[in-house]
């Protein structure tokens, strides 16, 4: 796996849950092409580069950013 490709999932993760769209973590690994443990990898290493916490919200079943650092990743 490339550079690339690594950026283009970021990016993709990134756009997916400012939308508040990312669905179930299972079905967002699929839609990446990662398995659920490279997408919580992914989930962290997204939130430490970050001013937010990402959260999941079963509510909406979605990922979403959350002013702050003190949430943790739900791992759902």
Do not use: C, H, W
Not at 10 to 35: C, H, K, M, W, Y
Not at 48 to 58: F, G, K, P, W
Request: glycine share 6%.
């Amino acid at each position: 796996m490339g550079l690339q490709e690594i950026l283009s999932r970021f990016n993709r993760l990134q756009e997916l849950i400012e939308q508040e769209n990312t669905g179930s973590p299972e079905n967002l690994a699929d839609s990446l092409g990662v398995s659920k443990r490279q997408l919580l990898n992914y989930i962290i290493a997204l939130k430490n580069e970050s001013d937010q916490s990402i959260v999941y919200d079963r509510s909406i079943q979605s990922y979403k950013f959350m002013d702050g650092k003190d949430s943790e990743v739900d791992q759902a």
